[in-house]
């Protein structure tokens, strides 16, 4: 192993386990199961029905496997589908938050209580299926924004949660998004009202700490008109020989002239050299522009889990609304990501952006795959996409499949794409000047990455470079 | 004239690169204050020896011995040899992508000096120190935000590398063909600025093809490397001699002697 690769493939270091008594239901999957999700929310009757409408459909379905990945099969009997922390926290106190929880965040860089806060931050706390605190929600709710974990958003706003919930990803989008749909359990809720701008970063931190567990967060954003809100989510993992299996939904709707920034630290445990272990994080993203002159912008640092499988995307469906897609995927060891975006372009004036950097490492596989498709109506349409893939060592891999389907001839599409290797030159220059081996690495990665980092909200852009082992300072901006 | 200490002292010096030995054993010892030229025909190993002196991890070193400053050159990394004051102008300057040449430079510079126990400059401090070393090589500071290299001319790169050396100031300044590619004027310039860094406690190394870097930089000793081995060291007439009759006489001189 070179010194660039010792470098690229440190140590996990978000591993440990909290020692703390945890409810977890049997392994297996069936309606009665759902029940019982849905009975320890408290939900009501619609939504337990929509679940059981999921599931039954999701028994009809396939896995898929076109991406370009491999791995055993998933035996959906053999995971719990729920595992919540004992002595379940008050959600209107954060003080009785149980102390292992409060220090397994604070480990994780994520403090929740009220003294050692993040200003400018509100967090919501997941720790396996069950939110266990969120942050500054009194705050908030002065400006009449909403952030809440989805569990308490569909009790006390269920008519909000009912109008949008599977609105931008149906029950039955996917094969995943359908077993989500069917056993979701804590994610977060926001709701942004008209003409504000939320004040502060909402951010939400996924912790998975019980074995043999799944999770099976939801996440649901609503931007009013004229409103705007950035939010971040977090995530990591226990260090096991097991996989574990993490389905996601996220949707996400801005109203006319409404802004929402989507960014994602990913850093799920990706398992060990030999490629044991790690969290498959098959994942659906999507975001509306509903309204005329919305926006949405995702930002992923995707460096963790053994086999990630997204794809956010934009369904730019008001006109002159604008998607934004920018990301940045690790693969070092054995991990496998096939990641990219979509982006639909129904609206006349509709402009999408796409930047995603690749990075291999070992004997990582690294896969871009976009789909760009203008539709009839989009007058105007454009689209500009920029695919760089950097390649560190001999053994891994990087491949890009961009798809694009044009229906309206007044679409300009722009696409670029490079690959580059890191080369013992690259990294001999920059150490004849003195820099550390390390340093040198970092510096170039950085460099690569930049176009994505400077995405990022500056209180995460320094903890997303951390995580690529790299010095951020002055050079992102 | 009292000869300065030896900077660097270089024995029986043995190198090969890709299963090739192309270094047969160099011998050569560079004073304090001191100016080598190096010349000799293409492939002759004059990078080679520049690479190896800088501790390209390509080079391996067969046998040997490279003292600098009297301690063991080839026993130390890249970065340290960097940090004890060698440095190298690429005759292929490297590109950075997406880091500005003014932060990769401070970067450096705030290297060397965490080495020699200094405090870091931040960029306000940094850009004073810089304002008089751009002004030596005729740039303003429209290069320093730039990306390292990254679509610089030819000519640009090898200026920038002499920006850098004016900014780090080393002992030991190896040049590799600093002058190929530039200009009369930049090259011009580029002697200028390296003989404003001669002094007595730093010496150069310089590897051309030209007499003409040479009429504006006097060596006090030139070198002819052939095949692998200096063949020949002499006074500035020797660089005359090699323009006029090229390299052949000696080659031959070689397989006679
Ligand atoms: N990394 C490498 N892999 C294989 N061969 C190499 C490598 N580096 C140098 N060589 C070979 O070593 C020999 C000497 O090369 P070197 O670059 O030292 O020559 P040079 O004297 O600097 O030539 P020039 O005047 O053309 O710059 C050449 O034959 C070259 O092909
Ligand atoms: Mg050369």
Known sequence: ?477 | MKKGKALLEVKGLRVAVAGNEILKGVDLTIRDGEVHAIMGPNGSGKSTLAQVLAGHPAYTVLAGTAQYEGKDLLDMKPEERARAGVFLAFQYPVEVRGITNSYFLRSALNALRRERGEPELDPIDFLQVLEAKLKSIGWDDSMMNRPVNEGFSGGEKKRNEILQLAVLEPRLAILDETDSGLDIDALRTVAEAVNQLRNPKRAFLIVTHYQRLLNYITPDVVHVLADGRIVRSGGPELAQELEAKGYDWLRDGVMVS
């Open chain 1, 1 to 477: 192993m070179t010194s660039i690769e010792a470098h690229v493939q440190q140590p996990y270091k978000y591993g440990f386990v909290t020692d703390i008594e945890s409810e977890v239901v049997p392994a297996g999957l069936s309606e009665d199961v759902i029940r019982l999700i849905s009975g320890k929310k408290g939900e009501p009757e619609w939504m337990l029905d929509w679940r059981l409408k999921a599931y039954r459909n999701w028994l009809k379905m396939q896995e898929p496997h076109w991406p370009n990945v491999k791995y055993g099969p998933i035996d959906y009997q053999a995971i719990s589908y729920y595992a919540a922390p004992k002595q379940q926290p008050k959600l209107d106190s954060l003080d009785q938050v149980d102390p292992k929880l409060v220090a397994t965040f604070e480990k994780l860089g994520i403090p929740i209580e009220e003294q050692k806060r993040l200003t400018g931050v509100a967090v919501d706390a997941v720790f396996d299926s069950v939110s266990v605190a969120t942050t500054f929600q009194a705050e908030l709710a002065k400006y009449g924004v909403i952030f809440c974990p989805i569990s308490q958003a569909i009790r006390e706003h269920p008519d909000l949660v009912q109008q949008y919930i599977g609105t931008v990803v149906p029950y039955n989008d996917n094969f995943f998004a359908a077993l989500n749909s069917a056993v979701f359990t804590d994610g977060s809720f926001v709701y942004v009202p008209n003409g504000v701008r939320c004040p502060l970063e909402l951010s939400t931190y996924f912790r998975i700490n019980a074995s043999s567990t799944g999770q099976f967060e939801r996440t649901l954003i609503i931007a009013e008109e004229g409103s705007y809100v950035s939010y971040l989510e977090g995530c990591s993992a226990p260090m096991r020989d097991e996989n574990q299996l993490h389905a996601a939904v996220v949707e996400l709707v801005a109203l006319d002239r409404a802004t929402i920034k989507y960014s994602t630290i990913q850093n799920w445990y990706p398992g060990d050299e030999e490629g044991r272990g790690g969290i498959y994080n098959f994942v659906t993203k999507r975001g509306k522009c509903a309204g005329t002159n919305s926006k949405i912008s995702w930002t992923q640092v995707e460096t963790g889990s053994a086999i990630t499988w997204k794809y956010p995307g934009c369904i730019l469906q008001g006109d002159n609304s604008i998607g934004e897609f920018y990301s940045v995927a690790v693969t070092s060891h054995r991990q496998q990501a096939d990641t990219g975006t979509k982006m639909i372009h129904l609206g006349r004036n509709t402009r999408s952006t796409i930047v995603s950097k690749g990075i291999s490492a070992g004997r990582g596989q690294n896969t871009y795959r976009g789909l760009v498709k203008i539709m009839k109506g989009a007058e105007g349409a454009r689209n500009y996409s920029q695919c760089d893939s950097m390649l560190i060592g001999d053994k891994c891999g990087a491949h890009t499949f961009p798809y694009i389907d044009v229906r309206n001839s007044t679409a300009i599409m722009e696409h670029e794409a490079s690959t580059s290797k890191i080369g013992e030159d690259q990294i001999f220059y920059l150490r004849q000047r003195g820099l550390s081996a390390e340093d040198a690495v970092s510096m170039i990665v950085n460099g690569f990455c930049k176009e994505v980092f400077k995405e990022l909200p500056m209180e995460f852009a320094v903890e997303a470079t951390r995580l690529l082992g790299i010095s951020l300072e002055g050079s992102v901006g």
